[in-house]
């Protein structure tokens, strides 16, 4: 607690914390780390796909409202803009050389765009129909430019002939709406779907039976499904959980992987390390209705780094050369990812490479007392590993609150604590007021919209065991003293509501774990005897 002297004020001083686990320092933890976040907000609706072009410089689709939207990976500003679509717009899908782009939507409507950005072609060069529903998964295989799959809430998966604009094939199998899909990296005539039937099936273009090869049950409504870059494998999402099979081995579950705490919407694979070194290793990234981005090691079986968004996640993707990492929200937001890229530097003989010749250091001017920069050598030197090194303190900025009780002006202070986020502090001062006896005083001369803070706080923190013991006898003086204002204010009564709903589910809590301990300790005393 502070402590005030005649002519000297001691600022607050928050108390010690329970120490916590430290973050994560591994190599990986600081790869994923080092990608410089820039948000793209103000869009409005969900981001509900979003696709790298597979040419540098790997222009990021996204689609959402009724428009598919291309920007420029070095600045994040759109380059393109088509709004070719009555309404929303589903699963952008580059062509294997990034030259056009297909995109599904809620009118059932298959369309492919030229992607030109100096032409800006907005009009679709085709328009395949046939979908009697949202077709919400258009893919290109990955070596064929003349065909592509779709699927959709018509729980239809047809491919198309691009050149003539007509279908090939159409596959019944699904029974529900059908949401995902990928094509295999190891055949272009290979593909999987995914449905909220619960399953995951293998299609073959060539079969003309419009039978599946090979179905698997995820357990969940499915809400992606991609390839693993060998082909062998394949990764589904549903529910809170991914789970990776062996097509090979006939659609045998090899691992499921549980971590989210909520559906998880989108996954795809990037790349661990710099491009092009032999440590290269590929990673699973998955996000989730909860906000995280997980990344999972599928060869080690373990997370290895974990991301937290302040909203929930709809949509991931990660350019080839894994420079640039993009994730869409369900609140219209983008959040774009870049690696920062050590800048190359010359060689000391780089001159006489690019045919100049090599160029003489001057000789350096010995600084002798009568110059003032004698004075001031050393300053910007680097301490070596034997060098003692004794640093300036620190000059620490004083809070607002305690510039407010230097000047005695308690109301002030405790809102300007209010104000923070930090709970510690706010129960530090309201210790503080306490020794000066001006607690209540200021909680009696505190607004309405003051009084809303001070509740909210209460309402938030009161049940916490570190701070349960003060707020809650806070709690009920605050009560007494402005209960003709709680009573005439619709938001005060509310926040009370809130607060009382708070305690009391604490109180069951506690009333359970005193049951459970009732029960639990004979048995221990039995145990203990023996």
């Not at 604590?417 to 020794?435: F, G, H, K, R």
């Not at 708070?502 to 005897?529: D, M």
Request: aromatic letters at 8%; proline letters at 5%; charged letters at 25%.
């Amino acid at each position: 607690m502070a402590e005030t002297q005649i002519g000297k004020f001691y600022p607050v001083k928050p108390r010690p914390k329970i120490p916590s686990k430290k973050a994560s320092s591994t190599p990986e933890s600081k790869f994923w780390r080092s990608f410089t976040t820039h948000q793209l907000s103000n869009l409005i609706f969900p981001i509900t796909s979003i696709e790298f072009s597979p040419n540098p410089p790997h222009h990021i689709a996204a689609t959402f409202s009724a428009s598919l939207t291309l920007y420029n990976p070095q600045s994040f500003v759109p380059a393109l803009r088509i709004a070719k679509f009555p309404d929303l717009a589903y699963s952008a899908s580059f062509r294997p050389d990034g030259k056009l782009i297909a995109a599904g939507g809620e009118s059932g409507v298959v369309q492919i765009f030229d992607v030109n950005l100096e032409k800006k072609m907005e009009n679709p060069l085709r328009q395949l129909r046939g979908h009697r529903g949202a077709v919400h998964i258009v893919r290109y295989s990955k070596f064929d430019k003349l065909h592509l799959f779709s699927g959709g809430d018509d729980c239809v998966v047809r491919y198309w002939d691009v050149v003539s604009g007509s279908q090939v094939v159409s596959f019944d199998g699904h029974k529900d709406y059908v949401r995902c899909g990928a094509a295999s990296p190891a055949n272009s005539d290979f593909f999987a779907t995914g449905s909220y039937d619960h399953t995951v099936k293998l299609w073959d273009s060539r079969v003309s039976t419009g039978r599946s090869v090979l179905e698997i049950v995820h357990g969940n409504p499915v809400e992606d499904v991609i390839f693993l870059p060998s082909g062998g494998l394949v990764a589904t999402a549903g529910g809170n959980s991914v789970k990776i099979w062996d097509v090979i081995g006939g659609g045998r579950l090899v691992y499921a992987l549980e971590s989210h705490n909520k559906t998880v919407t989108s996954i795809c694979v990037g790349k661990f390390g710099n491009e092009g070194v032999e440590d290269e290793q590929n990673r699973l990234l998955s996000v989730s209705l909860d906000g995280y981005m997980k990344a999972f090691d599928y060869s080690a079986l373990k997370v290895t780094h974990t991301m937290r968004y302040p909203m929930p996640l709809l949509s991931i993707a990660v350019s080839p050369d894994c420079s640039t990492r993009a994730i869409g929200t369900s609140n219209g937001v983008i959040y774009f990812g870049k690696r920062k890229k050590k800048e190359e530097t010359l060689d000391s003989d780089a001159g006489g490479l690019m045919g100049f010749g090599s160029i003489e250091e001057p000789e350096k001017r010995v600084l002798r007392p009568t110059n003032y920069r004698y004075f001031q050598r050393g300053q910007n030197e680097k301490a070596s590993k034997g060098d003692y090194v004794i640093k300036k303190a620190k000059k620490l900025k004083g809070a607002k609150h305690n510039k407010l009780l230097k000047k005695f002006r308690h109301r002030e202070a405790l809102v300007a604590a209010l104000n923070t986020s930090d709970p510690q502090e706010i129960v530090e001062v309201m210790y503080e007021l306490v020794a000066r006896r001006k607690l209540l005083k200021c909680v009696s001369n505190l607004d309405k919209d003051e009084l809303g803070l001070l509740l909210r706080f209460l309402e938030k923190y009161s049940t916490m065991p570190t701070y349960s013991g003060f707020l809650l006898q806070l709690t009920i003086k605050v009560l007494q003293l402005r209960a003709g204002d709680v009573t005439d204010s619709d938001v005060l009564k509310k926040h009370v509501q809130n607060l009382k709903r708070s305690i009391l589910e604490e109180i069951h809590i506690q009333q359970s774990l005193q049951e459970i301990q009732g029960i639990i300790s004979p048995l221990l005393r039995i145990v203990a005897k023996r």
